[in-house]
């Protein structure tokens, strides 16, 4: 079957996770108060980014490395580092 | 590791390895730094690699280089909802020796490519990533990784870091990008028989097919889809530039369900198995965005360098080339033991005399004016749909009669200014 879902595209994928995100939220309240579209949760191509009320949960641990983030956050809230040597995302293919 | 090479390449895609394989070639000690796993590990493209600038590099590479097929047919297609303008060109000329270009896969194909500079005596290092240029005086003398005492040093550092180049960002060499400069790209590579491929493309064993989808394949944002035949896969992916998936609210992954389930599209994949899923940025600002390519004891390729042609999906090819011309101005350079920014700048000149700029320089607005004209995909792929439905179906109408109707129906819904205008602006941009 092709997938159908983000869920099942991102099972594809091998991810070696680190402990600690390299995804940074500068400043929730930022996105609380001046992001009503809450941008990164629509274009992130892994749905890394979720809104849960009060503040921005970062699933770092599907993130994909593309930078997207980084650039199209309207605010510049979002500090962005590669995750650790040999860590993150691992393709195996394309 | 505070030893001292003549050359640090700062990731292995196409165009380090390229830099890092000529360079070592010529005898220089040549350390390479990769942040995945294995060199192909954080590296995605659609996956067409180009003959030519690869031959350059390692002659007669298809002889033992992990390719997929050799693409014989290149099929572009004006997509509608429910209907599509297709053209294209099949030679079996692209089949054989020297062959045009070729379908792969990226993971397997760079750590071949890697594994080729390592044999030229290339030291890479994988796992680690660079988190700083060195700079002393203005000039770049290394590099700081995050290794334990992980500072290294070098003559020249050639940044090969990819679209993102955060150091090419440290240095100060390019500013942050707009969301108008990068497409988003998101593929999926979905395994099917070799047989179904054959039939469903109409290839033999060893022919390749690549189809570029316009218009509906994007909802009619600015970007381009495409399917791309592998051996027993195919990766089909659709990109626009951030800013117009921004605009329209778009989710990249659900762009590429509705890709994946078009009437045009769905039975060239029926029945496949989804094997990987892969997003990645292209940058796509074309001439304007090129930064600083040349400095004190610095380099910019590939990627970095910002030196994609989007209009002819060439990327890997210039990487290539880029790294290729980088290695040789490091080699005259090594001759004149000078590094600074006067005698590295012969790689600016290289590059700028080369395909490589002369190509970017004639698209430089093409992005432009199709991101600031958005009927030509929202517009001009319908009515072109609607012409061709028109003109083919026989309805008793005589064809002349038939002309003049498309002809009225076009002008009639633009006005006939405004599409002489259109079309002498696209024709404009791409001359």
């Known amino acids: 079957m092709s997938t159908k879902t983000i869920e099942e595209k991102q099972y594809l994928i091998r991810f070696k996770a680190d402990t600690k995100s390299h995804l940074t939220v500068l400043d929730h309240d930022v996105c609380m108060t001046q992001c009503p579209d809450k941008l990164c949760t629509i274009f992130c191509p892994a749905e890394v980014y979720k809104w849960e009320g009060l503040r921005m949960q970062v699933g770092y641990e ?23 040597g040999g860590h993150g995302i691992v393709f195996r293919l394309a | 590791m505070s030893e001292k090479f003549d050359v640090i390449v700062v990731g292995a ?7 890092a394989y000529t360079c070592a070639k010529n005898g220089l000690r040549v350390l390479q730094i990769e942040r995945g796993e294995y060199p192909g590990s954080k590296n995605v493209m659609g996956g067409v690699l180009y003959r030519k600038q690869m031959e350059e590099i390692i002659p007669e590479f298809w002889k033992e280089a992990p ?3 050799p693409i014989v047919e290149q ?36 750590q071949w490519f890697a594994k080729k500079g390592v044999e030229q005596g290339v030291l890479l290092i994988t796992e680690t990533v660079v988190l700083e240029c060195i700079v002393e005086d203005g000039k770049v003398i290394g590099v700081r990784t995050d290794r334990p005492n992980g500072e290294v040093y070098a003559d020249v550092v050639v940044l090969a870091d990819g679209v993102n180049s955060l150091l090419g960002k440290q240095l100060g060499y390019h500013n942050e990008f707009r969301p108008d400069e990068v497409a988003l790209t998101v593929m999926e590579v979905i395994n099917l028989p070799k047989g179904k491929i054959n039939d469903r493309f109409n290839l033999e064993d060893n022919q390749g097919c690549t189809i570029e989808l316009f218009g509906d394949s994007t909802k009619g944002n600015l970007g381009t889809a495409f399917i791309y035949t592998n051996k027993e896969s195919i990766n089909i992916g659709v990109g626009t530039t951030l800013s117009s998936m921004i605009k329209a609210k778009l989710k990249p992954y659900d762009l590429l369900d509705y890709l994946k389930t078009h009437s045009m599209v769905r039975p060239l994949i029926e029945g496949g198995e989804s094997a990987e899923y892969l997003a990645h940025l292209i940058p796509e600002g074309g001439y304007h965005s090129v930064p600083k390519v040349a400095g004190d004891g610095v380099l910019l390729v590939g990627d970095a360098a910002q030196l994609v042609n989007a209009i002819h999906r060439e990327g890997s090819n210039m990487a290539m080339s880029s790294g290729k011309m980088a290695a040789e101005t490091i080699i005259e350079a090594k001759n004149r033991n000078d590094f600074s920014a006067s005698s590295l700048n012969l790689y600016r000149e290289k590059l700028y005399d080369s395909f490589i700029i002369k190509d970017l320089e004639k698209y430089k607005d093409a992005a432009h004016t199709f991101e600031n004209n958005p009927q030509y995909f929202n517009d001009y792929v319908p009515m072109m749909n609607r012409a061709a439905s028109k003109f083919f179906t026989v309805d008793g109408t005589p064809k002349r009669e038939k002309q003049k109707e498309i ?10 200014f405004k599409v002489i205008q259109d ?3 696209a024709w404009k941009a791409v001359k």
């Open chain 1, 62 to 84: 599907g993130c994909h490395e593309c930078g997207s983030c980084r650039i199209g956050c309207p605010y510049q809230n979002i500090k962005w580092e590669y995750p650790k």
């Open chain 2, 13 to 19: 895609g196409p165009a380090g390895t390229s830099c």
């Open chain 2, 67 to 69: 390719l997929e097929r």
């Open chain 2, 75 to 110: 099929r572009f297609w004006m997509m509608d909802k429910e209907s599509v303008v297709t053209f294209g060109y099949k030679g079996l000329e692209w089949g054989v020796e020297p062959f045009n270009n070729f379908t792969v896969l990226r993971a397997p194909f760079d």
């Open chain 2, 407 to 416: 002809m009225r129906s076009i002008t009639g819904e633009r006005g006939t």
């Open chain 2, 423 to 425: 079309v002498y602006r």
